[in-house]
């Protein structure tokens, strides 16, 4: 399937079941803690500056935010989790939302799992990880920031993601980097592969 990523703006943001689009557009979910990269990572994706709003609070998206890329496929940007600033109520609140988006969503065929390359993945990573394989959702886990560490560490910190994870290695991993775009072409590669 050919993509036209310059054709992407963002559709709709949704709080449950009943503002989802409906169509049969596939769907690729992106979940990550709230300092992740998650929004650099969108807009790297779709080559554009500020599609997804990049913010030096973690924690600003709260709602399901839909990407609509050339009427041929969506990234659904979900509330990072993970960020200690938010009440518990409203914790839950967001976790309800994603629960009830990844498990009954029909559109959505797979999952990318961000993590950060730097740290060893947190109770909550290893939580969204555990949830995707119980549900059997495809999972495409990048561990973003990769420009952050020299290369001749990365296997290292990948063993240690892999190790804490209990890894799948039937799910992609990818290293990737949104300044030097290290692994752009391998995450379009595995959403394609998806959809």
Known sequence: MEINTHNADILL????????????IPEIALAGRSN?????????????????????????????NFF??????????????????VSKKEREKWGRMIEEYLTSRENLRAVVSLVDLRHDPS??????????????????LVATKADKIP?????????????????DKN??????????KDGLDAVWDAILSKI
Not at 13 to 24: E, L, M, T, W
Not at 36 to 64: D, E
Not at 70 to 77: A, C, E, M, P, T
Not at 123 to 140: G, N, R, T
Request: aromatic share 12%; net charge positive.
């Open 13 to 24: 943001s949704a709080a449950n079941k009943s503002h989802y689009p409906q169509d049969d």
């Open 151 to 167: 290369r001749g560490k990365w296997n290292k910190h990948e063993s240690a993601i892999t190790k804490k994870l209990d890894f």
């Open 171 to 180: 799910d992609d991993f990818i290293l990737f980097s949104s300044v030097t």
């Open 123 to 140: 109770a909550d990573d290893v939580q969204m990880y555990e949830f995707l394989k119980y549900y059997d959702i495809p999972v495409i």
């Open 68 to 85: 609509n890329i050339d009427d041929k496929l969506r990234f659904v940007d979900v509330p990072g989790y993970g960020y200690a600033r």
């Open 36 to 64: 992740v990269g998650k929004s650099s990572f969108i807009n790297t994706l779709l080559n554009r500056k500020n599609l997804a709003r990049t913010s030096g609070k973690p924690g600003k998206t709260q709602l399901l």
